[in-house]
């Protein structure tokens, strides 16, 4: 199975029959980057020179919370010894410029400030002895051969989103669209952080990431990671229903912006109606200092 990057590939055949090529991707692709323009130099700086970008003013006033809530405001309490951080995809091809989605997820990437938060949360949990989950995400050559998908799985798969050879081969893993981003590999790699088997659509209903975060006492989660609307939500939601109390950071997350609509600000929306707490990274930062 391929694992370029090369956005012009064909479509993957699919068992399916669906006809979802990369065309797609390449077409919003284009249309970020010729409606963002600024937006795309900011992160082309980022990666350069690796400076820190919180969110973006413009962000934080397009997704501003509602003056005046309808609904009761909830909150969680970080105990220590029973609070982890769980990132959920903190891989190249969601949070780089040479990821195969970047097309659709740049924009939202950048104006949140999602790569340098995530560092920084990763940074704030070692520094407090917070432990540390990670739920990745692979594809094998034999999750290419599914007979059904559904619309983002066909294109991950047309794509060659998170590709490797096959689960005990990481030929060509090194800098590939699988791989995590380089800034975050001294924290995920120390021989600390818990790196969980793959989830394969969105939730972490079959990879064993309940399973470890219960064998560890935890029952509170601090939840970043991509994508908003996709894997991060549905690992909230799976975490609810069994029984985890869940803060999301909201900035250290980020969705597509697609004419189907803006991930991002679709998350955003239900992160309020059901999480124990939606903070800023600066806010999640802070509380986790104090809870060491």
């Given at each position: 199975m391929a694992t370029d990057h090369d956005h012009t590939r064909p479509s993957h055949p699919h068992a399916c029959g669906c006809g979802t090529t990369a065309e797609t991707v390449d077409?919003?692709?284009?249309?970020?980057l010729a409606g963002a323009a600024g937006a795309a130099a900011a992160g082309a700086a980022m990666a350069a020179g690796g400076v820190a970008s919180a969110a973006t003013p413009e962000a934080r006033a397009l997704y501003a919370?509602?003056?005046?809530?309808?609904?009761p405001q909830i909150d969680m309490e970080i105990a220590r010894g029973r609070t982890a951080l769980v990132v959920t995809d903190p891989q190249i091809d969601f949070l780089s410029e040479d990821g195969v989605t970047w097309g659709v997820v740049g924009e939202s990437v950048t104006e949140q400030g999602?790569?340098?938060?995530?560092e920084r949360l990763f940074a704030a949990a070692k520094a407090a002895g917070m432990p540390v989950f990670i739920s990745p995400h692979y594809y094998y050559p034999h999750d290419h051969k599914w007979n059904f998908e559904g619309t983002l799985e066909a294109t991950m798969h047309a794509i060659g989103m998170f590709d490797r050879p096959g689960p005990l081969d990481l030929t060509g893993f090194d800098?590939?669209?699988?791989?995590?981003m380089p800034q975050y590999k001294k924290y995920i790699e120390d021989g600390e952080t818990v790196i969980c088997s793959p989830?394969?659509?969105?939730?972490?209903a079959q990879n064993d990431l309940n399973l470890q975060l219960r064998k560890r006492g935890i029952d509170k989660v601090i939840l970043a990671g991509m994508?908003?609307?996709?894997?991060?939500?549905a690992h909230l939601y799976e975490l609810l229903e069994l029984g985890f109390e869940v803060a999301v950071v909201r900035d250290a997350t980020a969705g597509a912006k697609v004419p189907e609509g803006d991930g991002y600000l679709a998350a955003?929306?239900?992160f309020r109606m059901v999480a124990n707490g939606v903070w800023w990274t600066d806010d999640a930062v802070e509380r986790i200092a104090r809870s060491a």
């Open positions: 077409l919003a692709r284009r249309r970020v919370d509602p003056e005046t809530p309808g609904l999602t790569v340098d938060n995530i800098n590939s669209g699988a791989d995590w989830h394969k659509v969105y939730s972490p994508s908003a609307n996709l894997c991060t939500q955003i929306i239900n």
